[in-house]
């Protein structure tokens, strides 16, 4: 499964809104029932972070600024408010279609 | 909350081996599947290997396949993965990473992870 995302490069105003597109060559709805679209965040020397899991499910402590939507091969990833502290680069993934899991190319936040 | 944390990483030379090691606390081990994931310098996120909860089913990308093996002791919430016959593009920062779609108290944090490099 590919998963592709745009933009690659996100220049955003403090205080705007974000969105990511994370779009899947496959339908990701798994014979259980489940969606597993994730969302990852990784901030300049830092490890990566889950965000969102099951397209809009929030990790424990992930403000509510960010919220995951989507379905079928579809999806994104939206920032609102946006912080100093949110540049970085987003990866989406996907856990349904496996092995391998995959990841989205990546999208890096900017400050503009 | 859970706390990861690898190690065994270092420089080798091609075709040498490296075994790493990551403890998982805070999580009830032997109840989750586990991923080891890797970062390339300067690249993206590549999912590497998965082991099931009770060990008896795993999975690895191709790229890694007959050289890497996963295996985890769940008596010491130890995830392992032994790499053998190391090329230069198995140069990465790897992370190990439980398969938790549970919700509740994982902040989905990843560890600090631990860099192999492959250089002769």
């Known amino acids: 499964v590919v998963l592709t995302q745009s933009p690659l490069s996100l220049p955003v105003t403090l205080g705007q809104s974000a969105s990511i597109s994370c779009r899947s060559s496959?339908?990701?709805?798994?014979?259980?029932?489940?969606?597993?679209l994730s969302w990852f965040q990784q901030r300049p020397g830092h490890s990566p972070r889950r965000l969102i899991y099951?397209?809009?499910k929030r990790d424990s402590g992930v403000p509510d600024r960010f919220s995951g939507s989507g379905s079928g091969s579809d999806f994104t990833l939206k920032i609102s408010r946006v912080e100093a502290e949110d540049v970085g680069v987003y990866y989406c993934?996907?856990?349904?279609?496996?092995?391998?899991?995959?990841f989205g190319q990546g999208t890096k936040m900017e400050i503009q | 909350q859970v706390h990861v944390v690898e190690s065994g990483g270092g420089v080798v030379q091609p075709g040498g081996s490296l075994r790493l090691s990551c403890v998982v606390t805070?999580?009830?081990?032997?109840?989750?599947?586990m991923h080891w994931f890797r970062q390339a310098p300067g690249k993206g996120l590549e999912w590497v290997a998965f082991?099931?909860?009770?060990?008896?089913?795993?999975y690895y990308i191709d790229s890694v396949k007959g050289r890497f093996t996963v295996s985890r002791d769940n008596s010491e919430s130890t995830l392992f993965l032994q790499m053998d016959s190391l090329r230069a593009e198995d140069t990465a920062t790897y992370y190990c990473?439980?398969?938790?779609?549970?919700?509740?108290?994982?902040?989905?944090?990843w560890g600090q992870g631990t860099p192999v490099t492959v250089f002769s």
């Open positions: 990473v439980p398969n938790h779609y549970d919700g509740g108290y994982y902040d989905g944090y």
């Open positions: 805070g999580l009830y081990f032997n109840t989750y599947g």
């Open positions: 082991i099931e909860y009770h060990g008896n089913t795993y």
């Open positions: 496959q339908g990701l709805v798994h014979s259980d029932g489940n969606t597993y």
């Open positions: 099951k397209v809009s």
């Open positions: 993934m996907q856990g349904t279609h496996l092995p391998p899991w995959t």
